[in-house]
Structure formats: structure tokens, C-alpha cells
């Protein structure tokens, strides 16, 4: 269920086009994330990205993010096809992923590709913005400092 929309522009979080935000249930932190209003979905950065059959279920299996070699399961996920910065359409894995931005907390659909050509290993689209964010695209880092 979706939260109403905060009508009174004060109650929203102020962001720049770039922010650094942690994933939580992960325990990965100040992770630099693209700002992208013009994108619908969010995504992140796996390496490699395959199956496991454990005890009769199907397991999504990754290393999440850059230069991790740790392995990460999910247990729920979806396959999606989503259209590309180019305009292709690609089938991507979809888990729901905690993330933190500033002060708010949200559980948000993350697709799972290889960005390792893009500038940065995540980005934040229209859904997780949705509501509690205002961009100011001049600026960037505007809810935590640099370092932290």
C-alpha cells in the first residue's frame, strides 16, 4: 500500500543528484547512489547473478555491488522486463531492497544488472522518490557529508 502523498512541500526531504545511501538489512553503508526522476525503477550493480536450487527452492544468488565478493541470496524475486537507458527492453531480476536516504526509510522494488560501465553502481528512480523527495539537480550530497 502506497503512503499519501505529502502535500505541504516542507515535509519533504531536499536531495541533490547524487546522495549517498545505505542499504541496511545488507550492512552496506554510504554507498553513492544517481538521483534519476526520469528513470521508473531503481537498480543496482551485480557482478554475476545466477540460481541455486536449496532444499527444493529457488534461490537468486549475486555479488551485490563492486568488488563484492561475497555471495548474496534471496529468497524472493521476480523476473521483469525493463526498458533500458537505450530503449531496449532487457528481462532483469527484481528483489525488494531497504533503502536509506537521509532520514527516511523505504522497502523498494531494486532491479539487479551490470552497471559496471555506468558511473555509479545505483540508482534511485520515480518509485523509491515518490513522494518524499524534492531534487535540487545543482547540487549534489546535500543529506550527508562527504567521508561519513
Not at 519533504?12 to 545505505?22: S, T
Not at 534461490?59 to 526498458?83: A, P, Q
Not at 534511485?124 to 535540487?136: E, H, P, V, W
Request: aromatic letters at 8%; one cysteine or more; charged letters at 35%.
Amino acid at each position: 500500500m502506497e503512503k499519501a502523498p505529502k502535500d505541504d512541500i516542507s515535509e519533504k526531504l531536499i536531495i541533490g543528484n547524487k546522495e549517498k545511501i545505505d542499504f541496511p538489512d545488507m550492512k552496506r553503508f554510504g554507498i553513492v547512489a544517481r538521483i534519476d526522476s526520469g528513470a521508473r525503477s531503481s537498480s543496482a550493480h551485480c557482478d554475476k547473478i545466477w540460481i541455486e536450487k536449496m532444499a527444493g527452492k529457488r534461490i537468486l544468488c549475486c555479488h551485490f555491488l563492486k568488488r563484492s565478493h561475497k555471495v548474496v541470496r534471496f529468497e524472493k524475486f521476480k523476473k521483469r522486463k525493463i526498458k533500458s537507458s537505450n530503449g531496449t527492453f532487457q528481462s532483469r531480476y527484481v528483489v525488494q531492497l531497504k533503502i536509506k536516504l537521509g532520514n527516511i526509510v523505504k522497502l523498494t522494488d531494486v532491479t539487479l544488472t551490470d552497471r559496471s560501465t555506468m558511473n555509479y553502481t545505483v540508482l534511485l528512480g520515480r518509485k523509491f522518490l515518490t513522494n518524499d523527495f524534492l531534487i535540487d539537480v545543482s547540487r549534489s550530497y546535500l543529506q550527508r557529508k562527504k567521508g561519513l
